[in-house]
């Protein structure tokens, strides 16, 4: 039953933020003053930018359908940055595009994904921060065709994808910084519902043979070298693991079948110290159920070289944040 995985996949992330958050970590000090929870406030926006999804331009090699070119088209605005706000907001109206290895290298049925999403802080620990961040999100491939061909299969020319879902992530950090050097890691865990669940803005031929009840999982891990104490840096490195797992039920794939319910990547970004918000990358990863729209029922292992960037790069030009008294 769906909602049965709803429940056993909210009980897991409820436990998980309980291990973690504490009730300290989201209690309000009424010692703080003004000027000390607008400084927090400040340094927490700099966080929520440093844990963006950044965009990403080159290619993919290992999809079954080959590729000249993959690209990630996710440039985040931000539509709120108030010192005086615990509360930070993100618009991106995000497409990735696949240009296919083929004659007159056409881009079939892109995935068209906008989504806004809320950030805030569950404490005031800088060093070691703590926040939720809660999203809604639409997905679909432009295409206004039936979703199943004549024989039953999904329909990869102008077969109709769209859904639309919720996610919610706690994250937790840890941060260390001196005049020569800079670390910071976040691990975040999270839900992801689609309103498929509720027989909701989906195409109803996804039901039973596509997620809609997800965990999802990151580890990030920032390295940068210092020129001086006013944070430009030599170079930054970064390190990302990511993870996604079905939850619910579909096409009887046991709950172990990782090979149809587990996506999994693992990125390195190199980021010159004379950039702006630009890194190259190199990645591997696992695609149990892929994420390009319609596509979803491939599986395969990808390796990625290209570049990414975004304001999740952008940290020489953050560092500074002031507060707006």
Do not use: C
């Amino acid at each position: 039953m769906q909602i049965r995985s709803v429940i056993r996949a909210l009980k897991f992330l409820l436990v998980f933020t309980s291990l973690f958050a504490g009730y300290p970590a989201i209690s309000r000090s009424v010692q703080d003053t003004l000027t000390e929870k607008q400084e927090t406030n400040a340094s927490f926006n700099g966080i929520y930018r440093q844990n963006a999804s950044p965009g990403f331009f080159g290619n993919e090699y290992g999809n079954p359908i080959k590729t000249s070119l993959v690209a990630d088209l996710n440039p985040n605005v931000v539509l709120l940055n108030s010192n005086k706000s615990r509360f930070f907001v993100l618009f991106s109206p995000r497409v990735k595009l696949r240009l296919l290895n083929a004659r007159k290298a056409p881009v079939r049925s892109p995935s068209y994904m906008p989504g806004l999403k809320i950030y805030s802080r569950l404490n005031s620990d800088r060093e070691k921060p703590q926040f939720l961040s809660l999203a809604y999100s639409h997905h679909s491939n432009g295409q206004d065709g039936p979703t199943l061909d004549s024989i039953g299969r999904f329909n990869r020319g102008k077969g109709k994808f769209t859904t639309n879902y919720y996610t919610l992530d706690y994250t937790v950090g840890r941060r260390n910084s001196s005049a020569v050097k800079s670390t910071n890691q976040y691990g975040s865990l999270g839900i992801e519902l689609h309103t498929g669940l509720f027989n909701l803005g989906y195409s109803k031929e996804l039901k039973g043979n596509y997620g809609f009840v997800r965990i999802n999982g990151s580890w990030t891990f920032d390295y940068l070298k210092h020129e001086s104490v006013d944070h430009n840096y030599q170079n930054h490195h970064r390190v990302q693991f990511k993870f996604a797992y079905i939850a619910d039920d579909y096409k009887n794939y046991a709950a172990t079948n990782l090979q149809k319910r587990l996506n999994t990547s693992l990125h390195y970004s190199y980021q010159p110290g004379f950039t702006e918000n630009v890194a190259l990358s190199l990645g591997a990863g696992y695609r149990g159920q892929d994420d390009y729209n319609i596509y979803f029922e491939d599986s395969y292992s990808f390796v990625s070289v290209g570049v990414v960037y975004g304001v999740a790069f952008d940290l020489r030009k953050k560092s500074n944040l002031k507060s707006d008294r």
